[in-house]
């Protein structure tokens, strides 16, 4: 091989194998120095979409979205679940709960799972109640002492859940193929759709006016 082309070829490694530097663009004005971190699981969105938070393979990391700054970096939080409100963030992972307040990231409290792993994790709108999804269980936590307000049995997998904005907790049962419909006051189920589908993900359509 000639010693041009050997040259070209290693020029081209070293490129490769370069940390990647962000360009200067109209919505990034300057480069920001990035941290390593694992492939992301999930994006998730702060409610003002004022913060993002990464669940990645190796921890929980939130950023501000105008200024592109680390706010806070959870590290050996790898593959959580997470979710935003105004005031909180929540996060499970295996067989534990963290709630975080979003002033300052001080951690509210943490629970443990009884003996099955969390599945999923939401905030009501009025962010006065916290719901878990468990292999066994859904619970109903108080917001922000962390108290356990109620627990209903549950032998379904539920894939994601969402409050919507009047107060009402939607389940999705990947499994079965369900879509329900819970009072969150009464923990009481209210309806269920049936699809011949699984259901992964929920996403509620802003209200119409």
Not at 43 to 49: E, N, Y
Not at 132 to 153: C, D, V
Request: with cysteine.
């Amino acid at each position: 091989m000639k010693p041009r082309i050997k040259l070209f070829l290693l020029v081209l490694i070293f490129a490769a194998c370069a940390p990647v530097t962000p360009s200067n663009t109209d919505s990034m004005p300057t480069p920001v120095p990035q941290e390593y971190q694992d492939f992301s699981y999930q994006m998730v969105w702060a409610p003002d979409d004022s913060l993002m938070a990464l669940t990645t393979n190796t921890g929980l990391y939130v950023y501000d979205t105008k200024t592109y700054k680390q706010l806070a970096a959870f590290d050996m939080l790898g593959g959580p679940t997470a979710v935003f409100s105004n005031t909180y963030l929540a996060a499970v992972i295996n067989k534990e709960l963290f709630v975080w307040n979003l002033k300052d990231f001080k951690l509210l409290f943490s629970q443990a799972s009884k003996g099955s792993y969390f599945q999923n994790v939401a905030i009501s709108s009025d962010e006065k109640t916290l719901v878990t999804a468990e292999q066994k269980q859904t619970r109903y936590w108080n917001l922000p002492a962390g108290t356990l307000i109620a627990e209903t049995s549950s032998a379904n997998f539920i894939s994601d859940m969402v409050f919507s904005e009047q107060g009402k907790l939607i389940l999705a049962d990947t499994y079965l193929g369900l879509v329900q419909e819970w009072d969150a006051q009464t923990q009481k189920k209210i309806r269920a759709f049936g699809f011949s589908k699984p259901v992964i993900h929920l996403r509620i359509c802003p209200k119409i006016t």
